[in-house]
C-alpha cells in the first residue's frame, strides 16, 4: 500500500473558480505534512506546511484531519499561473524520509 | 548562490554501462536526498544522509550507490546500468530543523 494516496485529476476548472485536492495518507505515526508545487518538466518547490490548526496563505489554504487521515488543499480564485501538478507530502517523527503522492494535476483554463 | 545543482542534465546510456550523477549545494545543509520520479509513482526516495560521511538506504535502494565525502555534494551511482533505471532524477537538501527541502533541476536518464 502506498504510503501517501492522491487522485491524480486532472482537474480542469475555469479562471476564478475554487477548486480543493485531497491526499490521504497510511501511517498513523505521521507527523508532518506538506504540499509542493511542480511545474512541467521543472523540480518540485514547497508550496505550504500544513498545520494541525489549518493554515492559510493568500488564496491557498491547507488543514489536515488526522482522525481520517488526510489532508487538503483550497485554492481560491483559481489563476492561470495556477496550473501544475500538486504533491502532497508526508513525513514520520524521524524526518528523514519524506514520502510523496504522485501529485494531483490542475488545469486552469481562460 | 546557486542552491542545489546537478549534473548531467540528460544522459542516455546503454544497459549494463555505470555513470555517477552528481549533486551539489551551497546552502550548507546537513540533509541531502536521492529520488527517482516515474509516471504515476511520484518521488521515490532512493538513498539519503544526514550529514557527512554518513548514508542511509531509502525505498528504492536496489542498483543504486552513494557517496557522502563532503558535506556539499552528494553522489548517485549506477554501477550496472538497467532499461528499469530509466527515470528522472531528482537530489534535495534541507536545513536540520527546517522540513522545507529544495530541489535540484533533475537529471532525465534514459537507459537503452
Known amino acids: 500500500r502506498k504510503e501517501v494516496e492522491q487522485d491524480p485529476g486532472p482537474f480542469n476548472v475555469p479562471e476564478g473558480a475554487t477548486v480543493a485536492f485531497n491526499c490521504t495518507y497510511s501511517n498513523s505515526a505521521s507527523q508532518s505534512f506538506f504540499w509542493y508545487r511542480q511545474d512541467c518538466r521543472k523540480e518540485p518547490k514547497l508550496l505550504m506546511s500544513?498545520?494541525?490548526s489549518g493554515n492559510e496563505d493568500g488564496r491557498f489554504t491547507a488543514q489536515l484531519n488526522r482522525a481520517s487521515q488526510y489532508i487538503s488543499l483550497l485554492i481560491r480564485d483559481s489563476k492561470l499561473s495556477d496550473s501544475a501538478t500538486y504533491l502532497c507530502v508526508v513525513t514520520l517523527n524521524d524526518f528523514n524520509k519524506f514520502y510523496f503522492g504522485s501529485g494531483t494535476k490542475l488545469n486552469v483554463k481562460p | 548562490n546557486a542552491g542545489v545543482t546537478q549534473t548531467p542534465k540528460f544522459r542516455v546510456l546503454k544497459t549494463g554501462q555505470s555513470m555517477t550523477l552528481l549533486c551539489a549545494q551551497d546552502?550548507?545543509?546537513?540533509?541531502m536526498y536521492w529520488y527517482r520520479q516515474d509516471p504515476g509513482m511520484g518521488l521515490r526516495l532512493i538513498h539519503y544522509s544526514v550529514g557527512e560521511g554518513t548514508t542511509a538506504k531509502g525505498e528504492v535502494p536496489d542498483g543504486y550507490n552513494v557517496s557522502r565525502l563532503k558535506k556539499q555534494n552528494f553522489l548517485l551511482g549506477l554501477e550496472s546500468a538497467a532499461p528499469s533505471q530509466t527515470s528522472v532524477y531528482f537530489c534535495?537538501?534541507?536545513?536540520?530543523?527546517?522540513?522545507?527541502?529544495?530541489f535540484g533541476p533533475g537529471t532525465r536518464l534514459t537507459v537503452l
Open positions: 534535495a537538501s534541507r536545513h536540520t530543523g527546517n522540513n522545507e527541502q529544495f
Open positions: 546552502m550548507n545543509h546537513e540533509y
Open positions: 500544513v498545520y494541525s
